[in-house]
């Protein structure tokens, strides 16, 4: 399992954050970061002092696609730059996996201001980012996501997935956060 480190808008403090936890809770594991192509050359010379880093375009889909390209790992684990990988984040995930047309994405709950739960984010176009797990062949075959906002984009992506035999799982409590 690797990690795909998405930075639409380079933060290094951000990307540094991430990387520190995935060398500390995964010293073995590969990853990367993508970065749109606006990205500053002083900047991105930074950025490449802490991981291999790629431009992309300048959507968050792109960046996913050229991230899910560019791993060097079966399986990839996305997340947004700034967000730390826990220790048991690969067991957690691996409980779930049956073969590699499944795809694992976060559940998520927004709280209203009484801490009860307003809105539960449990469909695969409405879900974070963060923790979206898809093997390197399925992607492959199902194709990339459209430019299109990520919504819509997920949307038409799971589409094509569901007729190409995948599988979507919802994993509740992941806390990859």
């Known amino acids: 399992m690797g990690f795909a480190i998405i930075s639409p808008q ?4 951000n990307l540094m954050c991430s990387v520190r936890s995935i060398k500390n809770n995964y010293p073995t594991a590969p990853y990367l970061c993508v970065t749109s192509k606006d990205v500053k050359a002083d900047q991105y010379k930074k950025m490449g002092e802490l991981c291999q880093v790629y431009k992309g375009k300048n959507t968050v889909t792109s960046l ?3 991230a899910l390209k560019k791993s060097k790992a079966d399986w990839t684990v996305v997340i947004m730059e700034g967000v ?3 220790r048991g984040v690969d067991k957690k995930l691996s409980l779930f996996i049956e073969n590699e047309k499944d795809v694992l994405f976060s559940i998520t709950m927004e709280y209203d201001k009484q801490g009860r739960v307003s809105k539960v984010r449990n469909n ?3 879900a974070t980012l963060n923790g979206m797990l898809i093997h390197k062949d399925t992607f492959k075959e199902v194709g ?3 430019d299109e906002d990520i919504p819509t984009s997920k949307l038409f992506w799971q589409a094509k ?4 035999g995948c599988k979507f799982k919802g994993i509740l409590g992941m806390k990859i956060l």
């Open 124 to 126: 695969f176009d409405e």
């Open 84 to 86: 730390p990988i826990h």
């Open 161 to 164: 997935a569901v007729e190409l």
């Open 64 to 66: 996913i696609n050229l």
């Open 10 to 13: 380079p933060n290094l403090g």
């Open 144 to 146: 990339d996501f459209t």
